[in-house]
């Protein structure tokens, strides 16, 4: 796939400046302030944008349809809250914290076992998570201490100065990122012989490359990568999540039991297999924690074919 036109447009110059100087600022926050700045910021981002308010408040009426109006509103509040605490508070400070530091901000990690079951840090790894808790975090904590190569593969963002900078946030946590918008295949396969953990963020609308499985209950296109790749090479899918616990505002990692592929079955047939496990994990994880999850994505975006496209 060619890369689309990056240029950036004077909005983006905008929306970069206001990013770029709010992470500069942010880390001498003090950590008690972190949460209320947080919140105003989310209320005013909340607000401000109308359009993907009304994303976030369609997506909770369609996951959650025996809630209440007040309740769908307060969840896409604490999202938006949450998200900006996640992006200026704690993903920009990434790159600079020192090992010991980033460590303390989990608070634990529960079932190791089961990424030790998958292959641990002794070979290539297939690990999907999605834009729930503080997705970046863990990545950034097995790169930074435990000193696991990591291969990311990231959708690049609609403002290409803020993509650059982020990237760079990843790069000095020791990543590799794999952009989506190219061919992956060729540098995820390099991953691989070099026994890198392979991370997938797949929760977000794959268009019509991906493949339909029941997210909430509604048909959503899912990219078929994790799936396809561990079919392919053999390879295990271990679930990762870290999520922020009562525990003093930090995050506890949860690994979940490795998805293993039969590569005896049809490979179509496991691929959805295996996208149906993973899927269904993260969805059942956003049911404990909906406000930590990332509602402002048209997640339904693309529909079946036959199935007309709902308001979002």
């Excluded at 079932?111 to 834009?131: F, K, P, S």
């Excluded at 904590?141 to 982020?166: D, Q, T, W």
């Amino acid at each position: 796939m060619k890369p689309r036109d990056r240029r950036p447009s004077l909005s983006h110059w905008f929306e970069y400046s206001l990013v770029r100087c709010l992470s500069l600022v942010a880390p001498w926050a003090p950590g008690c302030a972190h949460a209320p700045i947080a919140r105003l910021f989310g209320l005013f981002w909340y607000y401000v944008l109308p359009i993907r308010r009304r994303v976030a408040l369609a997506n909770l009426a369609r996951a959650f349809p025996g809630r209440n109006a007040a309740w769908r509103r307060k969840v896409a509040q604490s999202s938006a809250a949450h998200f900006v605490r996640v992006m200026l508070f704690e993903f920009f400070a990434l790159g600079g914290k020192k090992p010991a530091v980033l460590g303390s901000m989990l608070a634990g990690i529960d079932g190791l076992e089961n990424y030790e079951r998958g292959g641990g840090d002794a070979r290539a790894l297939i690990c999907v998570t999605g834009h729930l808790g503080n997705w970046e975090l863990a990545a950034a904590y097995f790169s930074r201490i435990r000193g696991r190569k990591i291969a990311a593969l990231a959708k690049p963002m609609h403002n290409p100065l803020v993509e650059r900078l982020v990237s760079r946030v990843r790069r000095a946590c020791g990543w590799e990122v794999i952009s989506t918008h190219e061919d992956p295949l060729r540098p995820i396969l390099r991953a691989v012989r070099e026994g890198r953990l392979i991370v997938f963020l797949a929760d977000q609308d794959a268009r019509r490359d991906g493949i339909f499985v029941p997210f909430f209950s509604h048909p959503a296109s899912t990219a078929r990568g994790p799936a396809f790749l561990a079919c392919r090479l053999g390879l295990p899918i271990v679930v990762g999540i870290a999520c922020r616990s009562p525990e003093g505002g930090r995050y506890r990692l949860r690994f979940h039991p490795p998805i293993v592929p039969d590569r005896s079955a049809e490979r179509e047939a496991e691929i959805e297999r295996l996208t149906r496990a993973h899927v269904a994990i993260l969805e059942e994880a956003i049911r404990e924690n909906p406000e930590q999850y990332f509602w402002f994505h048209r997640r339904w975006k693309t529909r079946p074919k036959g199935i007309e496209r709902t308001a979002e």
